[in-house]
């Protein structure tokens, strides 16, 4: 299919279900380059999606495919060559950093504390955008962030301090941080990694949870092929800056497509889920 | 969860100056003339209720002319430098920023210097002729801090050593500037010590005291507005940004704001160092290291800080003073060290 008539498609689809698209990425470019003389240094080609309350999208692809580039544009951190993105019907990256921030919580790679904070002192923070600068946390903020922890099984960690605590309980502290900010949009960059396998099973179960309890839309950038297959309502393959293909597992998770894309031998198996699951064969 | 009220806010800055309090008690009591408490008290009450004209004593004139003053410069001095370093750490993310250590306060003192130099060749009102060196301090740190913050960056990221080691070798190659332009000229600039140790005991005009009062507000005041903006920069700009704060704006309002604290201090008093170090270290191991506690706390700190270490600069080897800056220093460069080894790599 062309992009001219997948464009077309896609705007078909929007006027039908206006009401119910919350996240539309159109046509959307970038180009990273380090010196406005040379050529870029990296290049995200046209790229277009949409995504309803209470999906979980998953952007998959190997390492410099453009997942984070993806996920940093629709966050409004980048702005898009050409194309725009559209949330609720806002194009996300000319709004100020307060409403932006009532609308989209970022889940990223957690960055060192410069200073010990406690645990709910951190989930606060999320707060921010939704008070005045100099207000002082009210009780619905106090209220929301105790939610927020509790949502994500982890308030009994509200009065531990940050670095204390392991690797998965911080995950969840950070991911109740982002619900504290109330958003539309839920974006995670890649929050299994460093995970155990039942924390991550855990963190995604919780996601499964909150997308359909408050209808957040969920962007996940991931390398887990199969915790995708899994937990996703829609796949965005990518690869070397391009979006391969974009719809449920079962039609992405095709052999030929992923050996290609990931440049490894594998095996698709559908179970009785009709979820595809992915077994990697290494030395063939 | 336990977060910040105002009553706690109030209550812990009560506390702190009642000390104050004290410790300017103390400094009015202590000096090279001992003075009693009894009549310091009674002084003091007829400054306060405007019968100054009715201090007879020798002492009472030393208090109200030489001590007070002083005192109360050493407050806005020390005032001004801890919430800078309280700034420039949140800014730059570097629990060892300091206005001395980053060579801000050098950069300042250079621009004063060059603006006492040029000052008489300029046919000013009397007014703007005051200001010129506040303001040429102002510029001075405003050049240095941009510079030393280009100079600590490595691939779109402040690298924290780099920083540290370009604004002490920044604030090095100003001193050697400054060292350069008072041994060439001569005349009516304040001398060595001054500059580079920093000194409170020169008295000034009435009108410089309201200056530097409203300045200190004015600027304090408008990065108490991005208090909380602070606290969110601390985990880094980009995820500042997420959460909703607009980071050029408040980047560029606290650079401005920080280096007009900066600027105010050492056009009056030279460099005093480390003061924008240690106090922001020990209000946030009192009170936490939020900065709608810790700006306030920091300024009632860095002023006890700095008038109790003038009054050991008048005492400890009385009738001979030291610099203030040297007694900042000798507390401030040993923790200086400490915090850097205990720092994560």
């Known amino acids: 299919m062309s992009p001219a008539s997948s464009h077309a498609r896609h705007l078909a689809e929007a006027g039908r279900l206006a009401n119910e698209i919350r996240l539309s990425v159109e046509q959307v470019s970038y180009a990273h380059t380090a010196n406005p003389a040379q050529a870029p240094l990296f290049t995200l080609e046209a790229t277009s999606f949409q995504a309803r309350p209470g999906e979980i999208v998953a952007i998959l692809g190997p390492n410099a495919s453009g997942k984070s580039t993806l996920l940093n544009l629709i966050s409004g951190a980048l702005t898009p060559l050409s194309g725009r993105i559209l949330l609720d019907g806002f194009v996300t990256h000319s709004l100020t950093p307060r409403t932006r921030a009532q609308r989209i919580a970022l889940v990223q790679q957690e960055s060192p504390l410069l200073f010990p904070a406690r645990a709910w002192e951190f989930v606060l923070q999320g707060r921010h955008a939704h008070g005045r600068s100099l207000r002082f946390a009210s009780e619905d ?49 890649e929050p299994t990694l460093h995970l155990d396998i039942a924390a991550q099973i855990g963190l995604l179960d919780a996601l499964r949870r909150l997308a359909a309890a408050n209808r957040y839309t969920v962007i996940v950038v991931t390398h887990e092929l199969n915790l995708a297959a899994e937990y996703a309502d829609q796949v965005v393959l990518m690869q070397r800056g391009r979006c391969l293909r974009v719809g449920p597992p079962a039609n992405i998770y095709q052999r030929e497509l992923l050996e290609q894309v990931f440049q490894t031998p594998l095996s698709v198996e559908f179970g009785s889920s009709g979820r595809p699951r992915v077994t990697v064969l290494p030395g063939t | 969860m336990r977060p910040l009220t105002l009553r706690r806010l109030l209550l812990q800055c009560l506390i702190l100056v009642v000390i104050l309090f004290v410790v300017v008690v103390i400094a009015l009591k202590f000096g090279a003339v001992p003075v009693s408490l009894y009549a310091l008290g009674r002084d003091l009450l007829r400054v306060l209720f405007g019968q100054s004209s009715q201090i007879s004593s020798d002492y009472g004139l030393i208090i109200q002319n030489i001590r007070l003053p002083r005192i109360l410069l050493g407050i806005l001095v020390g005032a001004s430098l801890s919430v800078a370093g309280t700034s420039f750490q949140a800014l730059l993310r570097n629990p060892l920023a300091d206005p001395y250590i980053l060579g801000v306060s050098s950069g300042a003192s250079l621009g004063a210097i060059l603006a006492l130099i040029v000052e008489p060749h300029l046919s000013f009102s009397p ?63 304040r001398g060595l010590s001054f500059w580079m140790m920093g000194e409170l005991s020169t008295p000034l005009q009435k009108s410089v005291y309201w200056f530097l009062g409203i300045g200190f507000l004015v600027a304090a005041g408008v990065i108490y507005t991005t208090a909380s903006d602070l606290n969110l920069l601390l985990a880094g700009e980009k995820e500042a940004m997420h959460l909703g704060v607009d980071v050029p704006r408040v980047r560029l309002v606290v650079y401005i704001a920080a280096s007009f604290l900066t600027g105010l201090a050492v056009s009056v008093s030279g460099s005093i160092g480390y003061v924008g170090l240690f106090v922001p270290h020990a209000m946030r191991f009192m009170f936490g290291s939020d900065h709608r506690t810790l700006l306030p706390t920091a300024a009632i700190g860095g002023a006890i800080a700095v008038v109790v270490a003038d009054t050991l600069a008048r005492t400890v080897v009385a009738p001979t003073e030291v610099p203030v800056g040297a007694v900042t220093a000798i507390v401030g460069a040993p923790l200086f060290i400490y915090l850097l080894r205990k720092r994560p790599a």
């Open chain 2, 127 to 189: 007014l703007f002729a005051a200001l010129l060196t506040p303001l040429g301090a102002f510029l001075g740190a405003a050049a240095t801090i941009t510079a030393v913050y280009f100079l600590g960056r490595r691939e779109g990221q402040i690298d924290s050593a780099t920083l540290l080691l370009g604004g002490v070798i920044t604030g090095s190659f100003l001193s050697a500037i400054i060292l350069f332009l008072m041994s060439t000229l001569s005349g009516s600039l």
């Open chain 1, 141 to 189: 903020d106090v209220l929301i962030a105790k939610n927020a922890l509790a949502q994500v099984g982890a308030a009994d960690l509200s009065g531990r301090w940050m670095d204390q605590i392991s690797g998965g309980e911080k995950q969840r502290v950070i991911l109740a941080r982002a619900l504290a900010q109330q958003p539309l949009l839920l974006l995670l960059d």
